[in-house]
């Protein structure tokens, strides 16, 4: 078992910046993939970004690329996204996700625990 709690979430205007941290307790954190997602209303959810065990491998979103990064500590069993330039269209709540795995995936369905989602809005 995992137990994965966000926080860092909030309201920050266009072009502002925000970093999201995810704290994992149970298994060893080091095992795992771990990944970011995120839900607007009325939406899908969406691929944000994954990261492999040692932080080597990184994937994003199209829609992140380049003003999004993720990391990881497992010293401290969290992970982060650091969220640059922010856009009306990244309101959404975050999650964040953990994949009992050493290979990296997009796929929501591959991701087996999840935290309860942290609010971020963005204002133009």
């Known amino acids: 078992q995992v137990q994965l709690v966000e926080s860092g979430g909030g309201l920050v205007q266009a072009g502002g910046s925000l970093r999201l941290s995810c704290a994992a307790s149970g298994r060893t954190f080091s095992g795992y993939v771990m990944g970011w997602f995120r839900q607007a209303p009325g939406k899908e959810r969406e691929f944000v970004a994954a990261?492999?065990?040692?932080?080597?491998?990184?994937y994003y979103g199209n829609s992140v690329k380049g003003r999004f990064t993720i990391s990881r500590d497992n010293a401290k069993n969290t992970v982060y996204l650091q969220m640059n330039s922010l856009k009306p269209e990244d309101t959404a709540v975050y999650y964040c996700a953990a994949h009992l795995s050493v290979v990296v995936t997009t796929s929501a369905t591959n991701y087996g625990y999840w935290g309860q989602g942290t609010q971020v809005t963005v204002s133009s």
């Open positions: 990261i492999n065990w040692s932080g080597g491998i990184t």
